[in-house]
């Protein structure tokens, strides 16, 4: 099954960043072995991103739906089928996973993959176990990402993970979501969008505490108004116990607790280092991660990591990235000039909630702010919000004073996920903001508020050095 003893190049997990990385081994005239124990394509494609953005377009859908009568299309929509939604997600996951394998195909001709056979297991410092075989590699590169945390407290037995919403058959009336980052976040958005009663409960005074804090209070404030109960600075979960059918969390430090039909974790993620056996392989860890320098090496010079297993981002492009790097450093044979170094500066990222959220470089707190300016635009002023009936939201532009340039872009509203990479493409450029205040940004499109915010942040730019709008 495996045709060699020896490669070049050892990948283990077969998701965004081991395929990113295969691809690029193969490129550079490696012999690589990928080993994959579950399916192709990782939590993105099995477990994350592609089942939560089938159901956030279901949710989405749901919404559109209340508006039919307002531009004039007749018929109710009576509410959402469950099951069926939960089976579009399943395949959502099934028609992606066939599509990676089909680019699998042609991309890594030359690979020899092992799909649904391990896990693999390191015997030595270049020498990994695998379904019976030991298998050599000149070096390894480990992309075998993460899982869930679940809190270690009692009754946690009876709380959900994402992971298992994928397989249910229908869904509860009443949930509580613990976590308000962006998985807890875009869960409690798309459940409440399906009817259920949703409390978000999180330790940080705001929810989605990573992004610009107006990001957060706008999010918020949508969703108090969609009836979402969000608790912010809680003491944390002391206990959960089954009640009245359903469960109750009891929080820590105070005499609250919450009931529902179902409690969904979403605290936190950790890498799947349990089975990789990194002692044997010289490979050290620290915070439930595999420890990497910033050429992504470990403290094993042959073996490298890449993807959610260093715990650096947490998102495929950024996985992606790495991969490429990691791999572009593993098979240099040249030396410490040409090793190159992750940068993870301008990552534009968001989540799918409603109304939909992105960002990308510097939040407001964290930009030396008497040196820039905050041109904040409010979608009202788009022709294609007001058209679409969605006036919903913002854009925030944090600009240099010196240079110009883009230090932070922040967008709440429709579209917001597709809006955000013009900044990003700035950013990248170099671009100053006068640049893109100039480009004629098609009409009337959600993205034009770009513009609109960079020439508001052209005319603050120009006048005395005061701040936002
Ligand atoms: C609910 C949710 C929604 C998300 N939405 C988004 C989104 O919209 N956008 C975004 O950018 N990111 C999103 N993410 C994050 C994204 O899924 C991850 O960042 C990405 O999958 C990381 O890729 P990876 O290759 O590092 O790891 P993974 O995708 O976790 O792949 C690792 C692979 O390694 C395999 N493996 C592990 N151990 C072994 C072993 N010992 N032997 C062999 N194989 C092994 C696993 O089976 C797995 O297939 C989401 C995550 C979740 C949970």
Redesign the pocket.
Known sequence: MIPRDEYDLGI???????LAAAIRARELGASVLV????RLG???VN???VP??TLARAARLRRDANHFAEFGIIGEVQGIDAARALERARHSMAIVRDNKAAAAESGLAGVDLVVGL????FRGPRQVDIGGRTIEARKFLI????HARRLPVPGAELALS?SDIWTLTGLPDSVIVVGAAS?GCQLASILAAFGLRVTLLEVAGRILREEDADVSATISAEFAGRGIEVVTGIGGVESMQPENGGVSVKLSGSPDSYEAAAVIFAVGWSG?LE??NLTAAGVETERGFVRVDDELRTTNPDIYAA???DGHM????S?EIEARIAVENALDSTGQPHLRSKAHQIVPHGGFTDPDYASVGLTEEQADIENAVVAKVPYEVLDRALIDGRPDGFVKLIVSRQDHSILGAHVVGEQAVEAIHIAAAAMSAGLPIETIGAIQFAYPTFTASIGIAAREAERLLAGPSSKTA
């Open positions: 283990i997990g077969g998701g965004p960043a081991g080993i994959e124990q579950d990782g939590v993105c477990d994350g991103c939560t953005r391990g896990p693999a297991s992309c075998a990402g993460g994402h998985t799947s089975s990789l993807g959610d297993i947490m998102l495929v492009q996985a």
